[in-house]
């Protein structure tokens, strides 16, 4: 993406273990090294930024970039999560499903998954080149090669846009994957068990209406 590089920093290769990235439930499906957690945060392409705004509760869904060990996220200055987390803990999650388990008992229907959690306090990126870097971040992690196919922000439009940086210092992965894990009883009764996978993928561009004819769909638009 032709970014920069944070100055580097000294990280763990094992994920966090605090008590609140510590499972509870199924520690058997907990991953225990970092590049579990970035396979999630590189596959995925939007997160949910929870939050206490005013005393309630909020969660909402937003697009990301990540360099290094640093998530980025970014919204309007005006906006409400932006004016409300600086400072103040948050909690960002990613999951990717992967498929439907389909049991012989309805206790035992699950899903295959891949899920992150990322605890901790934000801060607002103020320095001019980091908080380009990040915009650059995101918009390539949501859409590679489109940051140079388009105009660049200007000063004003930089004004009007926060960012924040989230550390990936305290983070938790859980994975579930393979077949239902039926009781033994109801595997001796018979009938269909199985996954019903999910599959991800692109559909071909819907060019803007005001695009005038002729221009091409640009190549790194087309994925596939």
């Not at 991953?31 to 590189?42: F, G, K, P, S």
């Not at 360099?67 to 309007?76: F, I, K, Q, V, W």
């Not at 000063?155 to 894990?181: C, H, I, Q, Y």
């Amino acid at each position: 993406m032709g970014m920069s590089s944070l100055p580097p920093r000294s990280v763990p290769a094992a994920l966090s273990g605090s008590t609140r990235t510590r499972l509870g439930r199924h520690r058997e499906r907990g991953a225990v090294d970092r590049a579990a957690l970035h396979e999630v945060l590189t596959e995925a392409l939007i997160c949910h930024l929870g939050f206490v705004a005013d005393g309630s509760p909020v969660v909402l869904p937003t697009g990301y970039g990540v360099e290094a060990e640093t998530l980025y996220l970014h919204g309007s200055v005006a906006g409400r999560p932006l004016a409300s987390t600086p400072g103040q803990p948050v909690c960002v999650t990613v999951t990717l499903l992967d498929g439907i388990v389909l049991a012989r008992s309805a206790f035992h229907h699950s899903m295959n998954y891949r899920s992150a959690v990322i605890f901790g306090v934000p801060r607002v990126v103020t320095d001019p080149t980091e908080k380009l870097r990040a915009l650059e971040c995101i918009t390539e992690h949501l859409a590679p090669g489109q940051w140079t196919a388009t105009r660049q922000p200007t000063r004003r439009e930089l004004a009007a846009t926060s960012v924040l940086a989230l550390p990936l210092d305290e983070a938790s992965v859980k994975v579930r994957s393979g077949p239902p894990s039926d009781d033994a009883q109801d595997v001796a009764a018979g009938g269909w068990a199985g996954v019903l996978p999910v599959r991800r993928g692109w559909a071909e561009p819907v060019t803007a209406p005001d695009v005038p004819a002729g221009i091409p769909v640009p190549q790194h638009v087309r994925r596939g």
